[in-house]
């Protein structure tokens, strides 16, 4: 037995993105029509939490608030329960169009809560940006996961919180492997849950690993007792020689990953509960 044996692990399925195209997995759900189909194969293997990019027709990101609007309504349909997270991301949109999803009173949002570099680009994250983006968020009741890029982004984090600045619970998520920035390392990993346990007892912490790190940053978190998200956002491939067949493969290694060490799945239920959120209506 581990000493994190029963502790229920919420699945995350990052579904779509703003940098997979069909021509690199046909898998990849681009229409709100494929996403809602992609999701409800993830959510019935147990992904509890859809985190939820949107695209133009022609496949490029966007961030129109109508297609926000009919993706919600087919996961509530479809998915019911399932925990809905919005991507406020830069690479979706510019300024406050990042945030024009929020009055749709998602039950989540990703909030990043500072700058750093891409494989190609600087992500931009400006204070004045993350203060619009989390007093929308407290002003609609949106609780923030908060995507950290980097050490600086979780002490930030934790001080916004601590300010009474970010709606809800805290909920951070390291992301490791975007090349340029934090890559996936056991040694930062660890510090990373040590800064979580020490700094922020009472929160909630989950992890993302990038490309090939997606399984191996899912073992981490699975193992050290925190939560987890998989997923074609994040990675298109079961190995280097084979696509992933859908989204909900991604989360089958999870779930095996969570029985592995003796984790039950979260619920979308016990999810919310776990994570603050209002039961579902």
């Known amino acids: 037995m581990s000493d994190v044996s029963g502790k229920p692990c919420i699945l995350c399925v990052a579904i779509t993105g703003s940098v997979p195209t069909k021509a690199d997995n046909p898998a990849v759900p681009i229409t709100v029509t494929e996403q809602v189909e992609s999701t409800q194969e993830a959510f019935e293997l147990g992904a509890a939490i859809c985190h939820a990019h949107v695209r133009n027709d022609d496949g490029t990101p966007s961030s129109d608030p109508d297609r926000f ?47 750093n570099n891409f494989p190609t680009r600087v992500y931009e994250n400006p204070p004045d940006l993350v203060a619009w983006l989390s007093d929308e968020m407290r002003k609609y009741a949106v609780t923030p996961e908060i995507e950290a890029f980097d050490l600086s982004h979780i002490l930030q984090a934790i001080r916004m919180h601590e300010a009474g600045l970010l709606h809800g619970r805290l909920y951070v998520q390291f992301v490791m492997g975007v090349k340029n920035a934090m890559p996936a390392d056991r040694e930062v990993f660890d510090f990373y849950v040590r800064m979580m346990r020490t700094r922020a007892p ?3 912490w989950c992890a993302a690993g990038i490309g090939p790190n997606q399984v191996v940053v899912n073992e981490w978190a699975i193992a050290a007792g925190g939560h987890t998200r998989a997923g074609l956002e994040d990675n298109i491939r079961l190995d280097r020689d084979t696509l992933a067949p859908s989204n909900a493969a991604l989360i089958a290694r999870a779930v095996d990953l969570c029985a592995r060490y003796e984790r039950p799945v979260a619920s979308p239920a016990e999810a919310r509960a776990i994570l603050g959120l209002a039961p579902a209506a």
């Open 69 to 115: 609007a009919a993706l919600k309504e087919g996961l509530e349909k479809h998915c019911p329960g399932m925990i809905i997270q919005f991507s406020t991301g830069g690479r979706s949109g510019a300024g406050q169009a990042r945030g024009g999803m929020l009055p749709l009173r998602p039950d989540m949002a990703s909030l990043s809560v500072g700058s």
């Open 202 to 204: 009472e929160a909630a």
